[in-house]
């Protein structure tokens, strides 16, 4: 039976379950006694198991199967939760965590897991194996107790069966002698049984098939709409199956027995529900039906790019329009607008991902992180909710790694230091995103020692990166500001966490790299804050269209703060670099033409008038000076390609509606 079709569903399916196993296992920890946590977590653990079996990864399925044989200890309250525990089957986590890694790398997914099997056989603590005759004995006792029972009910559902045309077949499967997980193989014939019909008993009961209290054989009784060759082959494809004997005996009359198990009323009722669905008319069935599919994320791609050309050419039709003082053409191409806008907003919707699927790793790398820093630490996440354009998303994991990790090793006293300054002994780390406009802002907060001024002035002078002079004049934030320097920290020795001057660098670099701003708060001894500010989506942004000479240049509306107008006289030159006087600041002055080169029109005379945009990057502006302003427009931003890299103060371009290509200008360049 080919499953790779199946495989992708396969790795979503099992990277949700992990998601789900390990968010549970953090709240397990901080409430052990509450059993019903480790019900969900035995759910998705054995889920997975018999995912893994069914797609043929025993070393996975083996694994899983260890560990779920702890939880049922604990669960059935033979086992207590303790420390050492919660460290052996987070490993085992990071183990099959390893291996779906590998499974989606193309790899087979094995992986060295003797050393953690053995531990979780020492927390089982097994005081007695069984006997060969013991097993012997339970064997034989299993195979005689293979004939079914049902009772009344199952009897008239047999019977509607059969009056609509259907088969029922008693299917006794046999495994192979040398199958090592009995309860995986039981759980793909199971999986099989029901992708041709439903299984409405079983002996030995399903949960002591699950539990391997059983022999070599099992019996099912099946009400299919296949005949019994198709269900013989299909259940004997299946791996480590020695026999599968199909019995049609049951589609004579049928006489319920009066002794039935809670299992079968179980399975019983939920074929009621299914045979009830089955005569429900269509109106009712579409109740039931779910209402999202899947989608592979290189189509919404797709539908992305398609959608930025239509962008262009509305943008050209627009161009005509107001050209041609057609009224039919004008009142179509506005009617297009209107469609294509809403037609955008949908796309970009279906392109918004919560930033959940990035926040839900965190508490278990600051949970183990804190164990490794000896710290105690409270990690509290807010507007988990919060979408973002699944690119951001893709990016903003690892500054926000960098953040966390900064403020567990830099922002957090240890235990004592707080003990001693009155604070609680955990620490507060506040992971926090929310809308704002036309951007997403994230927060990492803690509420630890802050940053020290002091000491981050004297390390910035030490490594000449200000001057003595220079320091004296430095407000609080442009203090903290020096932190994102390449190569600085302040971190008195080098550890596996920190100290080595990579990080905080990286992490504005790549937050300016998305059209973003990051900024620091602090305040000594109360704990400091990073706040991130996003773009929503990096495909389409509103631009001001300029132009320098003959050539036009789009520049992103977020960072612009004004556009004005100045004579030249209003120009002065401090320190060779000329500056303007604007809202009581001094404002450096950038000339377009003379950065990129832009040959003159005509012969270069001094203009009387200038326009200026001035650009904002966190606390800091500049002007940026054109020769016109031609308006607003909504522009898609396209890359340069591989053969244009490293172009200062460019981070793309787009095709104006006149076909003509504009650069878009990144003006965080501009300022330093």
Request: charge should be negative.
């Amino acid at each position: 039976m080919d499953l790779s079709g199946y495989l992708e569903m396969f790795i979503e399916e099992s990277k949700d379950h992990l998601q789900a196993i390990n968010d549970q296992l953090l709240k397990l920890e901080t409430e052990p006694d509450d059993i019903g946590i480790v019900h969900e977590i035995f759910r998705s653990a054995h889920t997975l198991k018999g995912m893994a079996g069914s797609m043929g990864y025993d070393d996975l399925a083996s694994l899983t199967h260890q560990m779920e044989n702890v939880l049922d200890l604990v669960r059935n309250g033979k086992l207590a939760i303790t420390s050492e525990m919660m460290d052996v089957i987070f490993t085992c986590v990071d183990l099959i965590e390893k291996m779906v890694d590998s499974i989606e790398q193309g790899g087979d997914g094995k992986e060295d897991v003797s050393e953690v099997v053995m531990r979780l056989g020492q927390i089982q603590n097994p005081t007695m194996e069984p006997t060969a005759e013991e097993s012997e004995s339970v064997s034989k006792t299993t195979a005689e107790s293979q004939a079914l029972e049902i009772d009344e009910f199952q009897a008239s559902v047999i019977a509607q069966a059969r009056e609509t045309g259907k088969n029922v077949y008693e299917v006794t499967v046999t495994l192979d002698e040398k199958c090592t997980m009995k309860s995986v193989r039981a759980y793909m014939i199971f999986q099989a049984a029901e992708e041709n019909g439903d299984i409405i008993q079983t002996n030995p009961s399903v949960e002591e098939i699950e539990e391997e209290k059983f022999g070599l054989s099992f019996t099912m009784l099946v009400i299919t709409d296949r005949d019994a060759r198709e269900l013989q082959v299909q259940i004997s494809n299946i791996t480590e199956v020695r026999e599968v004997i199909v019995s049609e005996k049951w589609n004579q009359e049928v006489h319920p027995l009066p002794q039935v198990s809670k299992e079968t009323k179980v399975i019983a009722k939920q074929t009621e529900g299914q045979q009830k669905e089955k005569e429900e008319p269509d109106t009712a069935k579409k109740k039931h039906r779910s209402k999202s599919i899947r989608v592979d994320i290189d189509k919404l791609d797709q539908l992305m790019n398609l959608f930025s050309e239509l962008i262009i050419d509305r943008g050209r039709l627009e161009q005509i329009s107001r050209g041609s003082q057609l009224p039919e053409l004008t009142e179509t191409v506005e009617h297009m607008s209107r469609i294509s806008t809403d037609l955008q907003g949908l796309i970009l919707n279906m392109r918004m991902v919560p930033v959940e699927q990035v926040f839900n790793r965190f508490p278990r790398m600051v949970r183990d992180l804190a164990k490794e820093l000896n710290k105690k630490v409270q990690l509290v996440v807010e507007g988990a909710e919060t979408e973002l354009d699944r690119t951001v998303i893709d990016e903003i994991g690892d500054p926000l790694v960098h953040l966390l990790r900064n403020a567990l090793d830099h922002g957090l006293e240890s235990t004592e230091e707080r003990l001693a300054s009155s604070k609680p002994e955990e620490g507060l780390i506040l992971l926090k995103a929310y809308h704002g406009g036309n951007h997403v802002f994230i927060e990492v907060k803690d509420d630890g020692k802050g940053i020290n001024r002091e000491k981050v002035l004297n390390k910035a002078i030490e490594r000449s990166v200000v001057t003595q002079e220079d320091a004296k004049t430095l407000t609080d934030s442009q203090v903290f500001e020096l932190l994102f320097s390449s190569g600085f920290s302040t971190a008195d020795k080098i550890s596996d966490i920190s100290g080595r001057g990579v990080g905080l660098d990286v992490v504005k670099t790549k937050i300016e790299s998305l059209g973003g701003v990051i900024t620091i708060d602090s305040k000594l001894g109360e704990g400091s804050t990073f706040r991130i500010q996003l773009p929503l989506t990096l495909s389409i942004i509103y631009a001001m269209l300029v132009k320098v000479e003959d050539e036009t240049y789009a520049i992103p509306f977020n960072s612009i703060v004004e556009i004005t107008n100045l004579s030249s006289d209003q120009v002065s030159t401090l320190y060779g670099q000329k500056v303007i006087q604007f809202r009581g600041q001094v404002v450096p002055l950038v000339y377009l033409n003379e950065v990129y080169q832009v040959p003159p029109i005509e012969e270069a005379n001094e203009k009387e008038q200038l326009f200026v945009v001035i650009v904002r990057k966190g606390d800091k502006t500049v002007g940026l000076v054109v020769d016109s302003v031609l308006g607003q427009q909504e522009v898609v931003l396209k890359s340069l390609g591989g053969f244009l890299t490293n172009l200062f103060a460019i981070s793309g371009a787009t095709i104006l509606g006149n076909g003509e290509v504009a650069l878009i200008i990144d003006s965080n360049q501009f300022i330093k």
